[in-house]
């Protein structure tokens, strides 16, 4: 166990829906890192949040944002939804910007 | 595009052998090596890091760096069953968000 917390574990959603996704880092970390991990792929960064500042993106459309609260819990948010965001969606903290990144249980979204 | 190549699976040992992971990366700029551990519908799991060319060995696993070659390896002695996962190899990018990049990882198979 890690101490990051992820939520939802599983969701589904219909293509053109919003979805936000929810994670608490490990007590003392202050970054949060974001990836897409799509079957069979290694996961894909999508962007990072230090401090309350996106520091840092990834090859993903405008549709796909964040945000990070004083206590560096972080959300991410997706847009008109399409059947290509179906994948596990995992939250990395790490203590520092160049630290070593702990994952969380990952959130698995289905868009239908 | 930043690449990270890993030797293709999967990789089958049995059980008590040495299994070597082989990681290659094009980003020069990538100062940290992370190796994590996968197993099947859970998240990553750090298992190695190394930051400096040479060996770093802790307990059955040994990481190898060599900047130069931009080549990493890890290898995993006295293989368990319990070892049974898909293997992922992740440089940072180095510069101000360090975010990593994954290869699409090496599944290895411990045969008791």
């Known amino acids: 166990e890690t101490g990051v917390t992820q939520s939802p574990t599983h969701l589904i959603k219909t293509r053109g829906q919003q979805v936000t996704l929810r994670c608490s880092s490990q007590s003392g970390h202050n970054t949060v890192s974001w990836y897409q991990q799509a079957l069979g792929q290694g996961p894909q960064f999508i962007f990072q949040?230090?401090?309350?500042?996106?520091?840092g993106r990834g090859n993903f459309p405008p549709r796909f944002s964040g945000l990070q609260f004083p206590n560096y819990s972080s959300e991410l948010n997706v847009n008109a939804l399409e059947l290509d965001d179906s994948a596990l969606y995992l939250c990395?903290?790490?203590?520092?910007?160049?630290?070593?990144?702990?994952f969380g249980p990952g959130t698995r979204l289905t868009v239908t | 595009q930043k690449e990270v190549e890993q030797n293709s699976g999967p990789l089958s040992v049995p059980e008590g052998a040495i299994a070597s992971l082989n990681c290659t990366y094009s980003d020069r700029g990538s100062q940290s090596f992370f190796w994590y551990r996968q197993y099947s519908g859970k998240s990553p799991e750090l298992i190695m890091f190394i930051y400096s060319n040479g060996d770093k060995e802790d307990g059955r696993f040994t990481a190898q760096l060599n900047k130069a070659s931009q080549y990493v390896s890890l290898l995993i002695r006295d293989s368990q069953p319990s070892d049974s996962a898909t293997y992922l190899c992740a440089p940072d990018s180095g510069g101000s968000n360090y975010k990593l990049t994954f290869g699409k990882g090496t599944l290895l198979t411990v045969n008791p």
């Open positions: 949040y230090y401090r309350e500042e996106e520091n």
């Open positions: 990395a903290s790490s203590q520092g910007q160049g630290d070593e990144q702990y």
